[in-house]
T-cell receptor, first 110, second 116 residues
Framework: QKEVEQNSGPLSVPEGAIASLNCTYS??????FFWYRQYSGKSPELIMF??SNGDKEDGRFTAQLNKASQYVSLLIRDSQPSDSATYLC??????????WGAGTKLIIKP | DTAVSQTPKYLVTQMGNDKSIKCEQN?????MYWYKQDSKKFLKIMFS???????INETVPNRFSPKSPDKAHLNLHINSLELGDSAVYFC???????????????FGPGTRLTVT
């Protein structure tokens, strides 16, 4: 069964530090990867998308992809209390279906 | 303008009742989805439609029936509601096919269903 694994957390990070969120996937045929942020009581919101090996930066967010290790990560620089949320990783599998992780709860402590 | 909208936002009903949730997207997307998110926050795909045609039908009870009158709308009808149906139901849409960005999904605000 195709799976996307995330540590459920909570991951607690001091304000201003770098938050590092990790995700592994089982389907080696997965092509693209997505990071969504979900605030409590709200819907998931797309924040990053990556499909090439290496790093992709967007503002304070950097997504990293290593297809050989089947590993995706999201780095949040200069973490703010407003970054406190659950972060969902999703992989587009070889059948073009999104496989979702269970999410990592991130808490930024002032 | 709301890109993906759902009604109602909250739905409280008794066991055995039949209810519907409506979803509309104004993004011009070809593909729409229904997800269920339970109390443990896991997001589970239920159905997916592409241009009004069913393309994903995960293992859900046949009490759940989706209907897509056109590619901008995807409704979910639930018969004989059970306590275990209590969850948040999200509608989402994506552009369709063709390039990696085609599979980016955009979510509606969710419908919190409570069955008593």
């Amino acid at each position: 069964q195709k799976e996307v694994e995330q540590n459920s957390g909570p991951l607690s990070v001091p304000e201003g530090a770098i938050a590092s969120l990790n995700c592994t996937y089982s389907d080696r045929g997965s092509q693209s990867f997505f990071w969504y942020r979900q605030y409590s009581g709200k819907s998931p919101e797309l924040i990053m998308f990556i499909y090439s090996n290496g790093d992709k930066e967007d503002g304070r967010f950097t997504a990293q992809l290593n297809k050989a290790s089947q590993y995706v990560s999201l780095l949040i620089r200069d973490s703010q209390p407003s970054d406190s949320a659950t972060y969902l990783c999703a992989a587009l599998d070889s059948n073009y279906q999104l496989i979702w992780g269970a999410g990592t709860k991130l808490i930024i402590k002032p | 303008d709301t890109a993906v909208s759902q009604t109602p936002k909250y739905l409280v009903t008794q066991m055995g009742n039949d209810k519907s949730i409506k979803c509309e997207q104004n993004l011009g997307h070809d593909t729409m989805y229904w997800y269920k998110q339970d109390s443990k926050k896991f997001l589970k795909i239920m159905f997916s439609y592409n241009n009004k045609e069913l393309i994903i039908n995960e293992t859900v009870p046949n009490r759940f029936s989706p209907k897509s009158p056109d590619k901008a709308h995807l409704n979910l009808h639930i018969n004989s509601l059970e306590l275990g149906d209590s969850a948040v139901y999200f509608c989402a849409s994506s552009p369709g096919q063709g390039n990696p960005h085609s599979y980016e999904q955009y979510f509606g605000p969710g419908t919190r269903l409570t069955v008593t």
